[in-house]
């Protein structure tokens, strides 16, 4: 067999044809049974590259509680990518390897911008009642941070890039790297991501069902397997039981529950409101009642249209049960719902902002 490695003071960054047509000269004057093959050793990195990515994916998954946002972080990657080819030919480096290490360290670089871009957007959406104002405040609030914390990481790397310190033909390519790949992916990131962000939020607030559930009936606690079922759905179950056993020991609450959670099913929204508005105030400590007290006036104003009164009280109603169950999905689902009837109100009304009087 026959072996061809490189020579130990070959030049860093030689391109592999004119290796390759000189070894095939050799190979010419060989037997004819001799078979040559080059192959690269860069399976392995390709492979690390990728379990790169899906650890980040994971991480950004955890942190966002999504699956859709990670990917429109790590689609900074090849937005940081295009600046690299770029920069390439214009510093005239080759693709080598440590340009592909400048790329991996990129690709974790570049991803901040966009996580302080959504995660700053993801914020916005709890405080304003539509997405576009969401998206907006967060691009004016964060163009500047993201803007110098480029500029600087790229002022570090230039005089390397540029070569004024010396040519390095290990860190250059790697400087030149990451400087033309950041510049690409930070300006590609504010003007690509909020236009993404807007496409895959908006799908996501349609799927919010327009049909709120009900509240779940007090005989529950009486049904022994229905209630132990409960209790098998995990703590947040466990905990709803409670605030239903707290109801149901005042009689005086367990009417006003009762009777309220009945209007609500046979369509007298108004009559259910007053009933659970009665339950809040004297329970104001209990989740369930806070929740539905909130859910009835938002389904009064979807029959009758947008109202500044009940729009400022559910606010308050709705804020009193995430303090008491952070991160419930059905307090978020009627927080939605509420933003959207805020986006037909009229224009000299902001509602969610306004506190008026309690009527």
């Given at each position: 067999p026959y072996d061809w490695t490189p020579r130990s003071d070959a030049p860093l960054g030689s391109p592999l044809a004119p290796s390759?047509?000189?070894?095939s000269r050799v190979a010419s004057r060989l037997p004819g049974t001799t078979r040559l093959r080059f192959a690269l050793h860069g399976g392995q990195r390709a492979l690390l590259f990728l379990l790169?990515?899906?650890?980040?994916y994971m991480i950004l998954g955890t942190q966002f509680r999504s699956y859709v946002?990670?990917?429109?972080?790590?689609?900074?990657?090849?937005?940081?990518?295009?600046?690299?080819?770029?920069?390439?030919l214009v510093s005239n480096n080759p693709l080598s390897l440590?340009?592909?290490y400048g790329i991996i360290a990129l690709a974790g670089i570049a991803a901040n911008d966009a996580i302080v871009l959504i995660s700053t957007a993801n914020r916005n959406l709890e405080k304003v009642p539509?997405?576009?104002?969401a998206i907006v405040f967060a691009s004016r609030r964060r163009v500047l941070p993201i803007l110098i914390t480029s500029l600087t990481t790229m002022a570090g790397l230039f005089s390397l890039a540029a070569g004024w310190g010396g040519e390095s033909l290990i860190w250059g390519p790697v400087a030149t790297a990451i400087v033309w790949g950041l510049a690409?992916?930070?300006?590609?990131?504010?003007f690509i991501i909020p236009p993404l962000y807007a496409l895959v939020q908006r799908r996501r607030l349609k799927a919010v069902p327009e049909q709120l559930s009900a509240p779940p009936p007090l005989g529950l606690l009486e049904k022994g397997f229905s209630r132990a079922l409960a209790r098998l759905r995990g703590q947040e179950a466990r905990r709803e039981l409670e605030?239903?056993?707290?109801?149901?020991?005042?009689?005086?609450?367990?009417?006003?529950?009762?009777t309220g959670r009945r209007k609500l099913l046979e369509g007298k929204v108004e009559e259910a409101l007053w009933h659970f508005e009665q339950l809040a105030r004297s329970q104001p400590e209990n989740f369930i009642a806070n929740l539905y007290t909130a859910q009835a006036m938002v389904q009064w104003m979807q029959h009758h249209g947008w109202d500044v009164g009940y729009t400022a009280r559910a606010s308050r109603y709705l804020r009193k049960a995430r303090r008491l169950r952070p991160g419930n999905t059905r307090v978020r689902e009627i927080e939605l719902l509420l933003k959207q009837l805020d986006g037909s109100a009229p224009q000299e009304f902001p509602a969610s902002s306004?506190?008026?009087p309690t009527r």
């Open positions: 390759a047509r000189r070894v790169g990515l899906g650890l980040i946002q990670p990917l429109l972080i790590l689609a900074t990657v090849p937005m940081a990518f295009t600046g690299v080819v770029i920069g390439l440590v340009t592909l539509t997405l576009g104002q690409f992916s930070t300006l590609l990131t504010l605030d239903l056993e707290a109801i149901a020991t005042d009689d005086e609450s367990a009417q006003h529950y009762e306004q506190e008026t």
